[in-house]
């Protein structure tokens, strides 16, 4: 069993950065691949990133690569989502999720576990 709490939301002026963290209790958090969803109002939840269980491997969205950065402390049990060059469309609610096993999914379906959520809010 796996929980996750998200942090680090907020409001913040395009162009500028937020440092989103997700803290995992449970075992085994390495053998989780773990990712970033996000949900804009109105929208489908969508990937953002994914990191995998040792941190060697990631991926991204097209939106994002080259401004957002998705890394992980096996030791700490986190998982952060660096986000800059943050634009309008950027604004969603923020969740992070947990896959068991080795491979990075880019879909809902693989992810077991899930937070709550934080808000990012982009102002133009």
């Known amino acids: 069993q796996v929980q996750l709490v998200e942090s680090g939301g907020g409001l913040v002026q395009a162009g500028g950065s937020l440092r989103l963290s997700c803290a995992a209790s449970?075992?085994?958090?390495?053998?989780?691949?773990m990712g970033w969803f996000r949900q804009a109002p109105g929208k489908e939840r969508e990937f953002v990133a994914a990191?995998?269980?040792?941190?060697?491997?990631?991926k991204y969205t097209d939106s994002v690569k080259g401004r957002f950065t998705i890394s992980r402390d096996n030791a700490k049990n986190t998982v952060d989502l660096r986000m800059n060059s943050l634009k309008p469309e950027d604004t969603a609610l923020y969740s992070c999720?947990?896959?068991?096993?080795?491979?990075?999914?880019?879909?809902?379906?693989?992810?077991?576990?899930w937070g709550q959520g934080t808000q990012v809010t982009v102002s133009s």
């Open positions: 999720a947990a896959a068991p096993g080795s491979a990075i999914f880019t879909t809902d379906p693989q992810y077991g576990y």
């Open positions: 449970g075992r085994f958090f390495s053998s989780y691949a």
């Open positions: 990191v995998s269980g040792s941190g060697g491997y990631t």
